[in-house]
């Protein structure tokens, strides 16, 4: 079919438009799943973090073990472990007598919820409270949070400090926090 030299322009025009609207809404669309909901994280960080980070510094394990669900798995280079089995392993390194105090900080890249589901990627950084001056320890976490009885907890949780051949340190740790 024919049309006028000024139609077939509009056409064009429509068709641009038209390609250039479903180019722009599909990834709003999407992007719109995965942004962080701060209400939720504001949750997450008051049931989770928070008790992590004092506890973790305090050496209570009941605490640490009651962030976490009773089915928890916990990767490391050095392995899965299970519910209990990691659950007792807190125990035992938490209230060895000998063990010196350390504090846990974390600044997250990624925090992604929905439903009773929480995923969060992050950094964590180790550190001596009684020498703030000495280099601490810095990883990446990956953890799968999920709401039981209405409390967040963590239900997986993973970390390294090696990515992709690149030691984790204090630079991506602060890249983050001054975010």
């Known amino acids: 079919m024919k049309f006028p030299n000024n139609a077939n322009k509009h056409i064009s025009i429509m068709k641009t438009l038209i390609l250039l609207c479903t180019l722009l809404t599909v990834p709003i669309g999407l992007l719109a799943q995965h ?37 928890v798995l916990r990767i490391t280079g050095r392995g899965i472990k299970q519910g209990q089995e990691y659950k007792d392993e807190n125990i035992k390194w938490l209230s060895n007598p000998s063990r010196v105090p350390r504090a846990i900080d974390f600044v997250f890249e990624h925090r992604i919820y929905g439903g009773d589901y929480g995923y969060e990627i992050g950094y964590y950084k180790i ?20 709401k039981v009885d209405g ?21 991506d740790f602060e890249k983050l926090k001054n975010k």
């Open 151 to 171: 409390i967040w907890k963590i239900a997986q949780d993973w970390d390294t400090n090696d990515i992709n051949g690149h030691r984790v340190n204090a630079e």
């Open 35 to 71: 942004v962080t909901d701060f209400n939720i994280a504001t949750e997450v960080d008051e049931q989770i973090w928070e008790p992590f980070k004092q506890s973790y510094l305090e050496g209570n394990a009941e605490v640490f073990n009651g962030i976490h669900t009773d089915d």
């Open 127 to 146: 550190s001596d409270p009684a020498n703030p001056e000495k280099p601490g320890y810095h990883a990446r976490f990956t953890v799968l949070l999920r």
